[in-house]
């Protein structure tokens, strides 16, 4: 059996009430482990930059190891950008490589950076029209039953290319089990964290990172997953929630080649 532990973490009331996102997190993983991942949610949830929650939902799940799907981490890359302006541009200029009219390139950033508080999930949009097309409102879709499938090489992985912080680490994993997903042409993320001004932009072939795609301090972010015209809604939020996903790191390249 795996499981599956997600956390929402709010303030000022749970999130149908009415309350600030503050902070989530999903895992799967083994038997060995559920506790404490789930203790260290907890943790997480009390001590966040957005300030410490005062409604918690906690969920513990187990899902069969039988109908797991497997696929291989996206490659990463950084762009280092001057300011957000540049930033943004440089990221609009991804969204259209990776498929994304230049319309539905910059409808996303604006929708991002027009969000009145956090949302605890993604908006999905038409990568043509940059239309939204989920109906998930004010909440958006939260992917989860995803996980690292050798956490101690992913590590590995991240150091040699000198990544470690915890933002990479999720990220990438997500974004990875996005882009898998049928009808998703790119994503594009930055984090609602004040402190973090990092996000990036996933295509079917990498992960783009952007150091400034918000102004230091801001606590607005937020995802958008841009997908092609006519892709089944239903289908694709069934496999971003519940397909459990175990991600890879690439085949290492050989220096003896
Ligand atoms: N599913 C869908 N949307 C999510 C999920 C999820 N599991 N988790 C977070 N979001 C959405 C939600 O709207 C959050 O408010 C927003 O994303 C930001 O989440 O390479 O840390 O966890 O250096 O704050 C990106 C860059 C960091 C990492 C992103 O996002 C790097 C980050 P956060
Ligand atoms: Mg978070
Ligand atoms: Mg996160
Ligand atoms: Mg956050």
Not at 61 to 73: A, G, K, P
Not at 82 to 107: F, M, N, T, W, Y
Not at 190 to 207: C, H, K, L, N, R
């Amino acid at each position: 059996m795996l499981y599956s532990v997600r956390m929402r973490a709010a303030q000022g009331g749970a999130h149908e009430q009415g309350g600030t996102h503050i902070s989530g997190a999903e895992r799967l993983v083994g038997e060995a482990e559920w506790k404490q991942v789930a203790a260290e949610m907890l943790e997480r949830a009390v001590s966040h930059s957005k300030g410490s929650a005062d409604f918690i939902n906690l969920i513990v799940e187990t899902v069969s190891r039988n109908n797991v799907q497997e696929i291989t981490c996206l490659p990463i890359q950084s762009v280092a950008g001057s300011d957000v302006p540049a930033g943004r541009k440089a990221a609009q200029a991804e969204l259209i490589k990776a498929g994304v009219a230049p319309a539905a390139a910059s409808a996303g950033v604006a929708a991002v950076a027009g969000l009145q508080g956090s949302m605890r999930g993604a908006m999905v949009l038409c990568a043509k029209t940059g239309k939204r097309l989920d109906d998930s409102g004010e909440r958006g879709i939260r992917v989860s039953r995803m996980d690292i499938a050798d956490n101690q090489a992913y590590l590995n992985w991240l150091r040699r290319q000198g990544y470690g912080n915890m933002h990479i680490r999720e990220a990438l994993v997500l974004a990875s089990k996005v882009l898998s997903a049928p009808g998703v042409v790119a994503e594009l993320c930055w984090s609602d964290d004040p402190e973090y001004t990092t996000g990036y932009i996933a295509s079917a072939t990498v992960y783009t990172r952007f150091t400034n795609l918000k102004p230091y301090g801001c606590s607005i972010g937020g995802r958008v997953f841009f997908v092609k015209e006519n892709t089944d809604l239903a289908q694709l939020t069934d496999y971003l929630q519940y397909r459990p996903v175990m991600v890879k790191v690439p085949a290492e390249e050989t220096n003896d080649a």
